[in-house]
């Protein structure tokens, strides 16, 4: 499946939703970075959080990793309070994690579902 996304912000939650599925290119990667920086600077306030389904999302290149890392540490250095990726596959989840490590954004968890991951968000401290 080819690579694509979704974003919206829910201004009421203060929260970035998205959804990322399929194998992405380098122009795929260049879009959602693009949209993703547009989004983030478009934070209606301080305090933002992200919700990211990863769940129809494999294991992607290593350009493709680096523009992610790239992105986590953008949204950490851009008032993002906390996030949680939804990432039920083992080897997305590694990944991830280790990118989230790189880009020294301690404010990422993981979740299974995005029903876990509204509870997590809500049970995290402010």
Known sequence: ??????LAWDTAENRINFTLT???D???MRRWDADYRAAVAKAPRDGWTVIGDMTGYPAQS???QAGHERLIAHS???GMAKAVLV???AVVAMQMKRLVNNAKASTVTYAASVD???KL???LPA
């Open 87 to 89: 990432v039920p596959k």
């Open 76 to 78: 950490a250095a851009s």
């Open 62 to 64: 290593e350009e493709i």
């Open 116 to 118: 876990e991951a509204k």
């Open 121 to 123: 968000l809500a049970a």
């Open 26 to 28: 380098a122009d795929t």
């Open 1 to 6: 499946m080819a690579g694509a996304y979704t």
């Open 22 to 24: 399929g194998m992405w």
